[in-house]
């Protein structure tokens, strides 16, 4: 079976009131990716995490997890932490879920718009016409994924992540 190797890039962002739009670089992100390798031992399935694997096999599921770091000495607000869904792989359908101190977004344009559930358009014969519509984009064609966190306090790290099937 060939291997795998992955190249990953990382955008985090912030953005505080007092900035008008402007971006700081406040942040510090560290990017790992890393294989889970899920058995089943008398029907109870456990996960076992590789850290940094050199290479991976079609099929592997990978997890794509980012700390980020507030390093400004203050708080900040509307953080952006964006991450592509790397080369080679494909969504899986899990990520850190969206909760009361941030929201999960995706893409399906390479970044370029985002959404809780991205949509395409496909047109479709209904009783005999041709219609045009807007369906749920299927995860595996999802190209980022995003996190808006509403305030990312001094000094503090969060941990998201999201899981990738290796083509």
Do not use: H
């Not at 007092?18 to 456990?46: C, M, P």
């Not at 996960?47 to 390093?71: F, H, S, W």
């Not at 792989?89 to 344009?109: C, H, M, V």
């Amino acid at each position: 079976m060939p291997t795998v190797l992955l190249c990953l890039t990382a955008l985090a962002a912030a953005q505080t009131p007092a900035s008008s739009g402007t971006v700081n670089k406040v942040i510090k992100f560290v990017l790992a990716q890393d294989l889970i390798k899920t058995s089943t031992v008398d029907g109870t399935t456990t996960e076992q995490v590789v850290l940094g694997p050199k290479t991976v096999l079609p099929n592997d599921i990978l997890r794509e997890e980012v700390t980020v770091t507030n390093i400004s000495g203050k708080a900040l607000n509307t953080v952006y932490v964006g991450i592509p869904v790397p080369k080679g792989t494909e969504f899986s359908g899990q990520a850190t879920p969206t909760n009361e101190r941030w929201k999960l977004l995706y893409s399906i344009d390479n970044g370029k718009t985002y959404a809780a559930t991205p949509t395409r358009t496909v047109t479709v014969t209904e009783n005999g016409k041709s219609v045009t519509k807007q369906v749920a984009a299927p995860t595996n064609t999802y190209t980022n994924v995003r996190w808006t966190v509403a305030t990312l306090k001094k000094d503090e790290s969060l941990k998201l992540s999201f899981r990738v099937k290796v083509k």
